[in-house]
DNA sequence: GTAGTCAGTGAACAGTCGTACTCTGAGTTC
DNA sequence: GAACTCAGAGTACGACTGTTCACTGACTAC
């Protein structure tokens, strides 16, 4: 091989690292806008000069954050879609895995939500962009289904710019649901309901679709 | 009459509104966490101790922030669900509501769509509480009308919750559309776009209601 | 093996922060 | 008109902030 990373770089992505898990953790209690850079670094034990070495900004960092979430789950609700037609299936499925997602990194994800309208710009800007590469993916996901037929570029646009801003909002109800109950519980009750919920809400959404206009005639 | 306001309440009553509003002009940049009690006594011209006069905390000014924003909206949404019945005027009046006090209070709603998920407790559950009232206000209006026969009452707040998380997600599509074009603009293409969209949403659920499984026999 | 790179250190800078004090003087009450 | 109340001013405090600079020393390239 020509060359491994090196122990020095090695080094450099472990600290950069810490410096992203600490961020997590203390954002769940506070907002990125006020998220001190010496209360960072003292909370992973370097200097506070060092931080200027990974990131030139709390924003820059930040945004990094927003790759390391949403970057991973490109592809992720793609996948469900096209593993099967069936309905109360795929629904069941979705929910599933944002139950999931969501209980197994839940700092990642109470940070999106935070930072989607907060005061930082280019940290929403860079959700913002990640949230419409889903939009784009889900509609394309969709417009390959038989059921689309005569759906116009713009009407599946809308559809799946209401599925995706379901998932998001699902996820910062199971958010508050699990805070609810103790953070080690398999299951809470309050969490079960807010799956019921979700379920409801696609399936009211699922049968909008197969009612619409625009499938027939123009309206 | 017993007595008026009194010239010395009176004018702490005017501070106290100083206070909020320049909070809410110095928050369309930044969120709640971040903003410092010196920081808005000086927007304001008052001594920083003056500020404990009236809150004890920056958590108690966003609580009463959220009192101010979405108290007087209270009964608004009830009231266009009964003034017609007809869906598609009643979709367009919704849109043309919001857009309209969107345009009208652009920092209101900024604050809110901020610190709905921010890192200041008190304000979350304050605003949680505002949308879960709204929420009730109208479950029981759609249960008066007559589509809504034989739907029970987990899925009638189910619906609801729909439909006021789809204003708040609406509202916040306002203010993104509208800080692309100038402030002044007095309607830009981008609004437009949105409404567009929002209504498609509306009209959206509306069919999948009119198809609830619910309304003819258990599912 | 030697010269160079560069992640992290530590001290120092000029600010800002929240809050505790005492004090003042206009508005209120009798 | 005298006694009282209390919104706001002013000062002072210790703690914390982001950023700069020169520095060390383990790793790297030749």
Known sequence: MSHTVGIRQAQKLKTRQALLDAALRLLEHQSLSSLGLRELTR?????PTAFYRHFADVAELGVALVEETLGSLH??????????????????????LIARHVREHPAHFRFIARERH??????????AAQLDAFTEEV???????????????EDLRMLAGVYVEHMVMTASAFLSAQETGEPGAP????EEQVARTARDRLRLVSLGRLHWPGRDAGR
């Open 75 to 96: 592809g992720l609700i793609g996948a469900i879609l096209a593993e099967t037609g069936d309905a109360e299936v795929r629904i069941a499925r979705t929910v599933d």
């Open 118 to 127: 907060g005061g930082v710009g280019p940290v929403r800007a860079a959700i």
């Open 187 to 190: 299951e809470g009750p309050a």
């Open 139 to 153: 509609a394309t996901a969709l417009g390959r289904e038989p059921v689309s037929a005569g759906w116009s570029e």
């Open 43 to 47: 909370a992973v034990g370097v200097a």
